[in-house]
Each structure stands twice: as structure tokens, then as C-alpha cells.
């Protein structure tokens, strides 16, 4: 099912917050492109900005962490790794056998259920950490 962002995603950083605005709007664009057959053009165009947009949030997000000292950055970017090898397995898939439901499905999962469980079982990690160190007015 197609979900939308609501504020239960939000972790009280206006930037990242945006920025995960930003990827599920672009999943679901991707999901459309596939769904209504634009032409494998346009999803390849679709994954790729999603991969790139990917990409450019997992730096914001790292850099960020870096910045406040977040100790368990390196196992959080090992993750983010791995989800940018999910995106270009899906570009592979795409080029092997063309937009289809099924790749419109796991487009789907890939871009909603992985962003979503990421927020909730793991930004928030770093997001209360934050929150904790700027309480105690370690930064």
C-alpha cells in the first residue's frame, strides 16, 4: 500500500525530516512511472533519482552525525551501504525485465517499508542521542 509521510516519521530535524519528505515523494513517483508503463525510460530515470536522492541524504545524514559525535556512525553508514546495493539491484532488474507489477511492487517496498523501518528503528537512534547530548548541553 502506498504510504504518505505523516509526522510520526518526523525526527524533529527540520533538514533530515525534508529530506525524508523528499524520498518518499520520489518513491512514489517512481511507483506511478512503473505502474502507469511511462516507458522503461522514465522509471530508469525514476530509480536513478532515487538512488542519487538516496545518496545525497545518506551524506547530509552521516555528516550530520559526525558532527554530534553519533558513536555508532560507522555500522549506521554500513546500513545505508547496503541499501544503495538493494537500489542498484533494482536498476539491474529493470534492465533485465523491464518495468512490470512486480518490479513496481518492490520498487514500493524498497523506497517505503525500508525508508520507513530505517526512520523509526534507527534515525530515531541517532535523533535521541542528539536530543540527549543538546539536554545535557554537550554541544
Not at 62 to 91: N, R
Not at 117 to 133: F, G, P, V
Amino acid at each position: 500500500m502506498l504510504k504518505t509521510w505523516t509526522d510520526d516519521y518526523s525526527l524533529g530535524i527540520e533538514a533530515i525530516d525534508e529530506q525524508h519528505k523528499g524520498f518518499f515523494e520520489a518513491g512514489h513517483r517512481l511507483y506511478d512511472a512503473i505502474l502507469n508503463c511511462e516507458g522503461e525510460k522514465m522509471v530508469e530515470e525514476s530509480v536513478a533519482f532515487l538512488r542519487n536522492y538516496a545518496n545525497r541524504h545518506f551524506q547530509t545524514e552521516e555528516g550530520f552525525m559526525e558532527k554530534h559525535a553519533y558513536p555508532h556512525l560507522e555500522q549506521h553508514k554500513k546500513l545505508h551501504t547496503e541499501f544503495l546495493e538493494v537500489l542498484d539491484g533494482l536498476m539491474d532488474d529493470l534492465k533485465l525485465f523491464g518495468p512490470s507489477q512486480h518490479l513496481a511492487d518492490r520498487a514500493l517496498e524498497i523506497s517505503q517499508e525500508w525508508l520507513i523501518n530505517h526512520i523509526i528503528e534507527e534515525d530515531s537512534l541517532y535523533a535521541h542521542y542528539i536530543k540527549d547530548r543538546n539536554n545535557l548541553g554537550l554541544e
